[in-house]
């Protein structure tokens, strides 16, 4: 709002005083309608269309919204403020955990809002049942596995581009050559894809292993630890959870084999790098796509994108028991010299 201010009176400086006086050898203010007989015309063209784009900018930002949350912790917490900071609007929050979830759709109809934030899998699975209100989620693992069939819904996944990762995996860690990962087909099957299209453009040999059940995890960590000079945990419950994390822990220790995780809570568990989402990031990547469903685009013509900005962050305490050093950020293998 502020640039268009701006704009009005930069418009009005140039275009009403526009005379040079050679005579004091400065700028001197004359109206331009004095020396320029089509200038009402023009001004008046150019004012209506900046009088436009103000009335569209406070018809957007004034639109009410709420967000409804699963639970008040910090990263979805930070995707509202995200999307607060971007839209410079209020959002009402509703938080699952602190009301009983029976009433929230009764407030939501009450409040009657012109967009609903979904943010945390179990917001998404409660509001999903309205069918009249566009809503956006975020912070939820593959939303499409909830929203499939509902044309009011759009979003970000928690997926990163794979491309964006494995950039940074290979700038982080440049010697490595083949990175082994186990999935479950029906939960992240096709970001497995997108993988393993993107690593045949970064060089990186991705050897990917189906599991349908946790039970499969130690006999396909041993089907690859010979082959692997990394294993990257993705963010499938079926892969990581809280029964399969020591499994995949105690395997990276006893194989020296680096773990690349997607957060920084697996530090403790001896990943050597993680690649964060920024939840800030996506919120102001929502307010994007809110912007288009409140200037009057259907959701369905949105389709659900990946998140696109990637925090990385190396556990520089388990560095040196995989032989390496960190080098301008950069994870080298130590080269041992022998004493003659």
């Known amino acids: 709002m502020k640039q268009f201010y701006q704009l009005i009176q930069l418009f009005t400086r140039n275009s009403l005083y526009t005379s040079y006086s050679q005579e ?5 203010y004359i109206p331009a309608s004095t ?4 200038w009402f015309a023009k001004s008046h063209s150019v004012f209506i269309i900046i009088f436009i784009i103000l009335l569209f900018c406070n018809t957007v930002s004034a639109a009410k919204i709420i967000s409804v949350q699963s639970l008040s912790i910090k990263p979805y917490n930070d995707a509202v403020k995200g999307f607060q900071s971007a839209c410079n609007c209020s959002v009402e929050q509703f938080i699952i955990s602190e009301m009983y979830e029976a009433d929230i759709n009764k407030r939501i109809q009450i409040t009657n809002p012109e967009l609903i934030i979904a943010v945390g899998s179990k917001a998404l699975e409660i509001v999903k049942e309205i069918k009249d209100i566009s809503i956006i989620s975020l912070m939820v693992l593959n939303p499409q596995s909830i929203i499939s069939d509902h044309d009011n819904i759009s979003g970000i996944d928690l997926f990163i581009p794979p491309k964006k990762q494995l950039a940074e995996i290979t700038r982080l860690i440049p010697h490595l050559k083949t990175i082994g990962l186990i999935y479950d087909p029906a ?3 096709n970001y497995i894809k997108d993988i393993e299209n993107a690593s045949i453009a970064s060089n990186i040999r991705i050897i990917a292993k189906q599991a349908n059940d946790p039970l499969e995890l130690p006999s396909l960590l041993n089907s690859m630890k010979d082959e692997i000079d990394a294993f990257w945990m993705i963010p499938d419950l079926t892969v990581v959870n809280q ?6 822990s105690l395997f990276a220790i006893k194989y020296n084999l680096p773990l690349i995780s997607f957060s920084k809570s697996y530090f403790k568990m001896g990943a050597l790098i993680s690649l964060d989402i ?3 990031d996506i919120g102001r990547q929502a307010w994007e796509i809110a912007e288009q469903i409140l200037s009057g685009k259907n959701s369905n013509q949105i389709k659900t994108s990946y998140a696109r900005t990637l925090i990385s962050s190396i556990n520089h305490k388990t560095v040196k028991n995989f032989g390496m050093i960190t080098i301008n950020n950069m994870l080298i293998r130590a080269i041992a010299t022998k004493s003659k």
């Open 35 to 38: 020396t320029n007989p089509n």
């Open 24 to 28: 004091l050898g400065k700028r001197q």
């Open 243 to 248: 029964d399969t994390i020591e499994i995949l």
């Open 278 to 280: 920024d939840s800030i």
């Open 187 to 189: 939960r992240t099957g």
